[in-house]
């Protein structure tokens, strides 16, 4: 059950230089998680704890994944993974299990990174129906503090999360000693859809006539996610037109495809 619900990685392949449009985002968490797992000396000769856990919000696909990947390579720390929907379990005590492998598994494998990703599972605001389910869900909330007070802030185990629903969350899990750093990473700008174009078309054979900015601005309110996929759609325009080029006129195919499946998406779904 352990490797079922746990993604580990020794040492993700995600650099910095691999998320656009955030910048100010990295400088903080690098600040938060990085320094202290690789200088905790700084930390001691001043005086402070480093936050004890960061927690990323913001909708999804902007790169809250790639941030938490991005520190472990960093650092050479082992990525562990946890979904917080998966620790919502059926029997009693299942819950709390889980949490304890997967701060076993960190102590065994430290630097470690733990990312809980959808943290909301397990930590939304309590609804007036008490019942058994929200108990034992809440239970698994307590086991998680209870591990995050137990290791020491300084050492080699940090603690990240992500939800897009931080409106839903208890409050209770950001107080100090919790994830008391909190970082919001936004849907990206004109200039950081540009910077994520870039990115994403590096590998790509991509003709000198594609003109980034315009379609940035063409992507106002697209995610990291969504322009991926529009560089990957692109990209098949170019094959199916038998050109081993990928030009801007794909670009705008691309865009006119996923435009008219989102709107279809939303009749079919009405
Ligand atoms: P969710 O909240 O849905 O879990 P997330 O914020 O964790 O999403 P990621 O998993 O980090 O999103 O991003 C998914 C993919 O989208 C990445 O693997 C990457 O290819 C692309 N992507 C997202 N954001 C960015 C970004 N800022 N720069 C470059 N690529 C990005």
């Given at each position: 059950?352990?490797?079922?619900?746990?993604?580990?990685?020794?040492?993700?392949?995600?650099?910095?230089?691999?998320?656009?449009?955030?910048?100010?985002?990295?400088?903080?968490?690098?600040?938060?998680?990085?320094?202290?797992l690789a200088e905790p000396e700084v930390f001691e000769k001043v005086g402070i704890e480093p936050p004890s856990g960061v927690?990323?919000?913001?909708?999804p696909g902007t790169g809250k994944t790639m941030l938490a990947k991005a520190v472990?390579?960093?650092?050479?720390?082992?990525?562990?993974?946890?979904?917080?929907?998966?620790?919502?379990?059926?029997?009693i005590g299942e819950g709390s299990r889980l949490v304890r492998d997967l701060f076993e598994m960190a102590r065994?494998?430290?630097p470690a990174i733990i990312f809980i990703d959808e943290i909301d599972a397990i930590a939304a605001t309590r609804t007036e129906s008490k019942t058994s389910g929200d108990a034992e869900v809440q239970r698994t909330m307590m086991q998680l503090l209870a591990e995050m007070d137990g290791f020491e802030a300084r050492g080699e185990i940090r603690i990240i999360a992500a939800t897009n629903r931080f409106d839903m969350l208890d409050r209770a899990i950001l107080r100090p000693g919790r994830f008391d750093r909190l970082i919001e990473v936004p849907?990206?700008?004109?200039?950081?859809?540009?910077?994520?174009?870039?990115?994403?078309?590096?590998?790509?054979?991509?003709?000198?006539?594609?003109?980034?900015?315009?379609?940035?601005?063409?992507?106002?309110?697209?995610?990291?996610?969504?322009?991926?996929?529009?560089?990957?759609?692109?990209?098949?325009?170019?094959?199916?037109?038998?050109?081993d080029e990928v030009?801007?006129?794909?670009?705008?195919?691309?865009?006119?495809?996923?435009?008219?499946?989102?709107?279809?998406?939303?009749?079919?779904?009405?």
């Open positions: 059950a352990r490797a079922q619900s746990m993604e580990i990685t020794e040492r993700p392949q995600v650099g910095y230089e691999d998320i656009g449009g955030i910048d100010e985002q990295i400088r903080e968490v690098r600040e938060a998680v990085e320094q202290p927690l990323l919000y913001g909708p472990a390579n960093k650092t050479d720390a082992t990525f562990i993974k946890m979904a917080g929907s998966e620790l919502v379990r059926k029997f065994e494998r430290e849907e990206p700008n004109q200039e950081g859809r540009e910077r994520i174009l870039e990115i994403h078309t590096r590998g790509m054979n991509v003709s000198d006539g594609i003109d980034f900015a315009a379609l940035a601005e063409e992507t106002d309110g697209y995610s990291g996610a969504e322009i991926e996929s529009l560089a990957t759609e692109a990209g098949m325009f170019a094959i199916r037109a038998d050109r030009r801007h006129e794909d670009f705008l195919e691309a865009f006119e495809k996923i435009e008219n499946d989102d709107s279809s998406d939303v009749i079919s779904s009405a």
